[in-house]
């Protein structure tokens, strides 16, 4: 009998998500229709980690498709995000219009650490993780002073906005031409952040523009208490400061010159590219899992 009783007050207290995990989509976490976020939960009888990711499509196109399995399997949970468009930025008057894409992906990141009881997850191990532009948003994010208001009425504001770790592929790191233009001549990717056709133009009206450029530049963000950071790239295996490469929106060059700002303030970062490889990771998932399962 007391046997009997001890399993059922084991029972009482195992979490009810550990029957089945959950599987959410278009969860809502503001009013627009592209402010909404899928979840998908590990199995795991203790708050596991996260891997929140931002999808690419240069803040002007894509979704929140991704494969979670490789990582559920591994018992990290997985949240992938929709945002609002530059476009949609432009019909709501929003300025600069990258302000709506990064700034929901820090809603968005807010919002899932008031989910953390409800979801099973540890709000202190969340991973950003995110592609091209999606990147960007997942730097800027990595490298922001933290973007919580602890005296806001509103939990989903007083929440951190800062990552464990950050893991990324074919990022942009900077949206300021003129260091972009030094970096790589042939650069050209970007003027839509602020509203623009043509980064010309952007370098022409720099001096007025430099406030946005600052505050919207991950680079610009980088300090001593950052998170650890894996960039991956693709491309050419010899990437070279002020060469002109085949794709310079996704080009290893911004990486270098990533790197070598992290390094200066002792950042623990890893870069890999076809020309630099690394003896443990292959790919930003062997990152991501490896820190978060330590």
Not at 144 to 172: I, K, W
Request: proline fraction near 7%.
């Amino acid at each position: 009998m007391r046997c009997f009783a001890l399993l059922v007050v084991l029972a009482m207290a195992s979490p009810v998500w550990s029957q089945e995990p959950l599987r959410l989509k278009d969860v809502a976490y503001g009013t627009h229709e592209r402010q909404v976020l899928d979840f998908y939960q590990a199995k795991s009888d203790r708050p596991t980690p996260v891997i929140f990711h931002v999808h690419g499509g240069g803040w002007h196109s894509g979704g929140k498709f991704i494969v979670p399995q490789l990582y559920l399997d591994q018992g990290i949970s997985v949240v992938s995000i929709n945002y609002r468009f530059t476009t949609n930025a432009v019909e709501e008057k929003i300025e600069p219009p990258v302000k709506a894409p990064l700034e929901d992906a820090a809603r968005a990141l807010q919002f899932v650490r008031t989910k953390a009881a409800e979801w099973n997850i540890d709000k202190t191990r969340i991973a950003g993780n995110g592609a091209s532009a999606g990147a960007c948003s997942v730097l800027w994010l990595g490298f922001h002073d933290d973007l919580a208001d602890p005296r806001s009425d509103d939990p989903v504001a007083r929440e951190s906005t800062r990552f464990y770790c950050v893991a990324v592929h074919s990022a942009q790191v900077s949206l300021d031409p003129q260091e972009l233009l030094e970096w790589m001549p042939n650069y050209f990717y970007g003027p839509h952040a602020f509203g623009y056709r043509n980064l010309k133009d952007v370098l022409k009206d720099r001096e007025k523009l430099l406030p946005w450029i600052k505050e919207y530049s991950p680079i610009e963000h980088v300090s001593r208490d950052d998170p650890p950071v894996m960039m991956f790239y693709q491309g050419n295996a010899k990437p070279v400061v002020g060469d002109s490469p085949a794709d310079p929106t996704h080009s290893a060059i911004m990486g270098i010159q990533l790197e070598e700002r992290l390094k200066a303030v002792g950042i623990d970062v890893v870069l890999i590219h076809p020309g630099r490889l690394h003896p443990q990771y292959k790919f930003t998932a062997d990152y991501l899992i490896d820190r978060l399962r330590k």
